[in-house]
């Protein structure tokens, strides 16, 4: 039943206020059916402890909904055992806990009505384990006072007969009293009611033609115990059918009445109505494990029989579809969400319909992620078939409030066997490789790869120590010499970092700079190479024969052009190393200037004017407009390494000369240099030289290394 109050909620009170009203509320609606002998007012007082240990559960962190249980039992404790009783308990609680006693914004609305269901559970649990003890205690005082009426036969039995008849027929629960081939020999008037006041139709069925599908297992062999006299009572929960044919669950105790000398003569059956209790349990057991949004499974019953799967026998197979909406984001931003929402919901419907068999399960796993479980698939077919049904399925556009909208997916699809996977491990696996599917373009699903999830779970382990490693010192830089193609000489060198990680060894610049670049992590450690190579370039400012001190260049990552201090912490490190601005030399790739606006350049600009060099690094891979290199503050064009490798043999491919003469002729007429990374041989070198490049590198001349070896240059072709 609904509970209302009249009047509008003022303001919201103070915590003690907002107790107290509901506490208020709270008696209004249980006390006319308890048989206290509390005033209503003392009702209301005995209720407030109650209340306070409510919100108090209801904001735990971490969140243990179990001590709810003792406000169930305290209720009954009160007297509080009418049949009415409990339904009005739990209404108050459901309608009006949040409204006086909200958990506050650190928790969201959902995730508040989900510890309320549960709060509503648990008082529903006490309340039903406190009147099944105080139900208990009675049946045991039923059955003692059935005892002594047998054995005081011999003394009193008129008086024996009367005491055992004012409490066989004045107790609230059933009772039934059958002899050993289960005829049913007399019921008392709580019994008949709860088979619908039709005392015919208990008399005439034997008990054990009383057979319920949902009958535990092991009722029937407690029942054959009993009746060889191996037990003497047992204690169960059964269903039974009413004449209309709804179920009747009840707890059950029976136990075996002996005549003098030991022999079994009579079943006596005490029944206590449960029925009210299993379906409030069935429905807040509903409420706990589906989605409130979509009515599918959530993401808790997912995992309990996926657990429950995988746990199973050996050589079990399991198939599991995790799938994403691709771009259901840009619908909730544009739409809103309640538009999101709606489709959310039709989704599911969808999804749903791709059922066929009880071995299926689909749920929501949370926002716009979905799964999807097969149990003991014949083949890998049935789980990939399973999953084409599933992009079939959404195909065709959903409408929603006048609005076609076209829903596409990704899946990412693991199968295994019962006892070789763990049932985290393989929605990991899953998660991983629907992003995989997302990232080849959505609309697909892909099959799990073991050595693509090793890649994904090395790639998040970077990214998590990533934060530590320049604090612990991992990190170290390497030099690779720049080599004047004229003469030979060395002409600078670029700073390289490296990672020197614990588990992986030394990781190479292109295994962890996009991370550093996706974390944000790229500043600092920018930051740390700079000053690094600020100080390197100070021990190197020796007297050269031709005038010009070894030139350091240091790359520079998009993400830095875009950090407001790149300037002025970059000229504190040149002053604190006591070197020149020209000592230096920043190397941006060629993709960070595609659709760069002036703001980008600027830093760019004030690093050109005081004299540092510029170095556009990868020309060629950023497909840029050549016309653009004239507004480009830069200094030298750094040719990628691909435009070179038809020189390595001789002839060279006549092409890639082609492309590097008009190259090297538009820089010189640009005034720029021209530098070639990735010579790898002798007849490389030869080429880019007559070509009229300026500087090269590559292991031809040297391998990166540390600082002292800058000038040891091998001269030794990298591919023989």
């Not at 599911?348 to 791709?354: S, T």
Request: proline residues 6%; aromatic residues 6%; contains cysteine.
């Amino acid at each position: 039943m609904a509970l209302t109050v009249t009047g509008e909620p003022g303001p919201e009170p103070q915590p003690a206020d907002s107790l107290r009203r509901f506490a208020i509320i709270w008696s209004r609606a249980i006390y006319p059916v308890t048989t206290t002998s509390m005033t209503r007012g003392e009702f209301a007082e005995y209720l407030m402890p109650l209340a306070a240990r409510l919100n108090t559960t209801l904001r735990a962190q971490p969140f243990d909904p179990r001590p709810a249980a003792e406000v169930g039992a305290a209720l009954v404790a009160a007297h509080c055992t009418d049949p009415e009783a409990l339904p009005r308990i739990l209404d108050v609680v459901d309608a009006y806990l949040l409204l006086y006693c909200p958990p506050g914004p650190a928790l969201a609305p959902e995730e508040s009505r989900t510890r309320c269901n549960r709060l509503l559970h648990w008082v529903a649990a006490g309340y039903a384990r406190a009147l099944q003890e105080r139900t208990r205690t009675e049946q045991e005082a039923l059955s003692r006072a059935a005892l002594a009426a047998r054995s005081a036969v011999e003394q009193a039995l008129h008086e024996s007969e009367v005491r055992f008849r004012a409490v066989f027929q004045g107790a609230s629960i059933g009772i039934g009293i059958a002899d050993m081939d289960g005829r049913v020999l007399d019921v008392n008037d709580a019994l008949t009611t709860m088979f619908g006041g039709l005392e015919r139709h208990i008399r005439t069925k034997n008990i054990y033609d009383w057979v319920h599908p949902d009958d535990a297992p092991e009722f029937w062999e407690l029942q054959r115990q009993l009746n060889r006299g191996e037990r003497d009572h047992y204690r169960i929960e059964k269903a039974y059918y009413l004449p209309d044919g709804s179920p009747l669950w009840t707890n059950l105790t029976v136990s075996l009445l002996r005549d003098a000398d030991g022999t079994p003569q009579y079943m006596l059956a005490l029944m206590e109505d449960i029925t009210e209790e299993r379906l409030l349990s069935e429905r807040l057991r509903y409420e706990a494990t589906h989605d409130a949004l979509t009515g599918l499974a959530n993401r808790n019953l997912f995992f309990e029989r996926l657990e429950q799967t995988l746990g199973g026998p050996d050589g079990v197979g399991v198939g599991v579809c995790y799938l994403d909406l691709d771009g259901f984001k840009d619908v909730n931003d544009s739409l809103g969400h309640a538009v999101g929402d709606r489709l959310l919901v039709a989704v599911a419907e969808r999804l749903q319909a791709c059922v066929t068999s009880p071995d299926q399960l689909v749920a929501r796993i949370g926002g716009d992620e979905f799964a999807a479980l097969v149990v003991n698939p014949a083949s890998r077919a049935d789980i990939t078939g399973f999953a084409d049904l599933i992009l079939t399925a959404l195909a065709d556009p959903i409408r929603v409030d006048g609005r076609d909208l076209s829903v596409r997916c990704s899946i990412g699809i693991v199968e295994g066997k019962a006892g070789s996977l763990g049932p985290a491990e393989v929605l990991r696996s899953a998660d991983i490789t629907m992003y995989r599917a997302k990232a080849a373009g959505g609309n697909r699903f892909e099959l799990a790869d073991p050595d693509s999830d090793a890649r994904a779970i090395t790639r998040h382990g970077l990214t998590n120590r990533l934060p530590t490693a320049l604090e612990r010192g991992e990190f170290f830089i390497e030099y690779q010499p720049l080599v004047r193609l004229g003469d030979g000489s060395v002409r600078g060198a670029e700073a390289l970092v490296r990672w020197c990680h614990p588990v992986h060894g030394v990781l190479g610049p292109d295994q962890f700079i996009p991370l550093a670049e996706s974390t944000g992590l790229i500043v600092p450690l920018g930051h740390w190479v700079l000053q690094q190579a600020a100080w390197q370039a100070r021990d190197w400012q020796f007297p050269r024969s031709d005038g010009h001190p070894l030139r350091i260049n240091v790359n520079l990552s998009p993400a830095q052009l875009g950090h407001p201090g790149l300037v002025p912490e970059t000229l504190a490190v040149i002053r604190e190393a006591g070197l020149e601005p020209t000592a230096l030399c920043l190397e941006v790739t060629e993709s960070a200037f595609i659709g760069a606006d002036e703001a980008l350049m600027r830093p760019l600009r004030e690093f050109a004017d005081l004299g540092m060099a510029i170095a556009l690094d990868d020309f060629g891979t950023g497909y840029s407009n050549l016309a653009s290199l004239r507004r480009l503050p830069i200094t030298t064009l750094k040719l990628d390494r691909s435009f070179t490798r038809g020189m390595q043999q001789r002839p060279a491919d006549p092409v890639d000369v082609k492309i590097v003469e008009i190259v090297v002729d538009l820089a010189h007429t640009l005034g720029l240099s021209v530098t070639v990374e990735g010579v790898e041989t002798g007849a490389q070198a030869e080429h880019l030289r007559a070509l009229g490049c300026d500087t090269a590198q590559g292991w031809y001349y040297a391998r990166p290394g540390p600082p002292e070896r800058l000038h040891s240059l091998s001269l030794v072709d990298a591919t023989v």
